[in-house]
């Protein structure tokens, strides 16, 4: 019987369970948020400033099938300036970036302006105030997942990403969950 997890992965944490101590001590891991099982394994990854839904199982099968088929990710993304209708156009089309030195161009997305600020839970790091200058919220879905690539895509349409929640995995979602917080469930719904 295999268990199966999503979490609201924090600010500040790593999405694995064990870290390699000989370059920065003292990283947060997500076993400390929860006692899972041997053989939990994460399901993707978020990088250590970004927050949200984060899948965790110990069925390589299931992990396997949310990675690769193609499943939708949606991120909201605060974003340095008011972004104009054109920089989500661009990222809608696909832009270009570079993916561990080599150039990569992202496959066609659905972006759009957030009309509202999402009400996530505080993180424990400020981004900052109104006096360095307006911000503003998008949504933007993918189907694939290159190190990095939401930063780098709003970097590449001239506004850089300020915070970045991953809101949903297929239909799994982070609503109601607050920041830390593991919920076990029977299966994934993707």
């Excluded at 000989?22 to 250590?48: H, W, Y």
């Excluded at 929640?165 to 920041?179: D, F, H, K, L, P």
Aim: charged share 25%.
């Amino acid at each position: 019987m295999h268990s199966h997890y999503k979490i609201y992965k924090p600010y500040g944490y790593l999405s694995q369970f064990v870290y390699p101590q000989t370059v920065r001590k003292n990283k947060s891991l997500l076993g400390e948020l929860f006692t899972f099982p041997e053989q939990t394994m994460a399901i993707g990854r978020l990088d250590e400033d970004s927050e949200g839904l984060l899948l965790l199982t110990t069925d390589g099968k299931e992990s396997y099938q949310i990675l690769s088929k193609k499943v939708e990710k949606e991120y909201h993304v605060q974003v340095d300036g008011v972004i104009t209708s054109d920089a989500v156009e661009q990222l809608s089309n696909g832009v270009e970036i570079s993916i561990h030195g080599k150039k990569y161009t992202t496959l066609p997305c659905k972006a759009s302006i957030l009309k509202e600020t999402p009400c996530f839970p505080q993180r424990a790091k400020k981004i900052r105030d109104e006096r360095h200058g307006p911000t503003s919220w998008l949504s933007i879905t993918l189907t694939e997942g290159k190190f990095r690539q939401v930063k780098k895509m709003t970097a590449k349409v001239g506004f850089p990403t300020l915070r970045l929640v991953r809101y949903r995995i297929g239909n799994e979602t982070i609503e109601g969950m607050q920041a830390g917080e593991v919920v076990p469930v029977e299966q994934f719904n993707y």
